[in-house]
Each structure stands twice: as structure tokens, then as C-alpha cells.
Nanobody, 125 residues
Framework: QVQLVESGGGSVQAGGSLRLSCAVS????????MGWFRQVPGKEREGVAH????????FYVDSVKGRFTISQENAKNTVYLQMNSLTPEDTAMYYC??????????????????WGQGTQVTVSS
């Protein structure tokens, strides 16, 4: 089993930046793809960014390309999401997730094995 704990959410004005962190513990070797998802009430959970733990290959949804960067620090078992040029449309609960399959197979899906509790991001205009 893998445990995920997100941090770094908060409130920011449009144009600002936030960095989310996801601390990963447990059987981390069994998980190949790490992802950040977001969800607003009444809408489906959306995959935002993913990273393969083995080779660092990244995947982004079109709406965040050029603004968000996913990265990992293996020594700390931590995955980050740097979010720049934030807009009110980025307001959501952000979740970290892990899956045993590689991101090439999972980055368009939401059936990940493990999920964190989420951290709220609110962007005001």
C-alpha cells in the first residue's frame, strides 16, 4: 500500500503561483506513474499532469501546458506541481495519485491505485 499526502494549496490572485507537494510513503517501488488531478464540485476529476517515476517523462493536459510543471525528488519520495500564471479556472481541489502502470497507459485515465486527501487551490480575479 502507498500513502500520499498533499500540501501547498491555498489562495492566490490571478497571475500568481503555487507549488503543491505530494509526499509518498509505503511500497513506493510498486508505483510507476504519479499524477496530479483536480476536481470542482459537479464536474469529473481531471488529470492535470503526470510523471513516470522511472524515466521522468511527463504528460500535461492542454489547458496547463506552459504554466504547470510536474517534477519529482526521488531522494525525498516527493512529487511537486509548480503552478504559474494561475487563473480563476484553475480553482479546484487538487489530488495526488499513484498507479502501478506506466503513465503512457494511464495519463488519460482516472482509475489510479492510490489517492491523497487533496489540497484546495483557490484563484481570485
Amino acid at each position: 500500500q502507498v500513502q500520499l499526502v498533499e500540501s501547498g494549496g491555498g489562495s492566490v490572485q490571478a497571475g500568481g503561483s503555487l507549488r503543491l507537494s505530494c509526499a509518498v510513503s509505503g511500497y513506493t517501488y510498486s508505483r510507476n506513474c504519479m499524477g496530479w488531478f483536480r476536481q470542482v464540485p459537479g464536474k469529473e476529476r481531471e488529470g492535470v499532469a503526470h510523471i513516470n517515476r522511472a524515466n521522468g517523462r511527463t504528460f500535461y493536459v492542454d489547458s496547463v501546458k506552459g504554466r504547470f510543471t510536474i517534477s519529482q525528488e526521488n531522494a525525498k519520495n516527493t512529487v511537486y506541481l509548480q503552478m504559474n500564471s494561475l487563473t480563476p479556472e484553475d480553482t479546484a481541489m487538487y489530488y495526488c495519485a499513484a498507479d502501478r502502470l506506466p503513465c503512457e497507459l494511464q495519463y488519460k485515465r482516472a482509475d489510479f491505485d492510490d489517492w491523497g486527501q487533496g489540497t484546495q487551490v483557490t484563484v481570485s480575479s
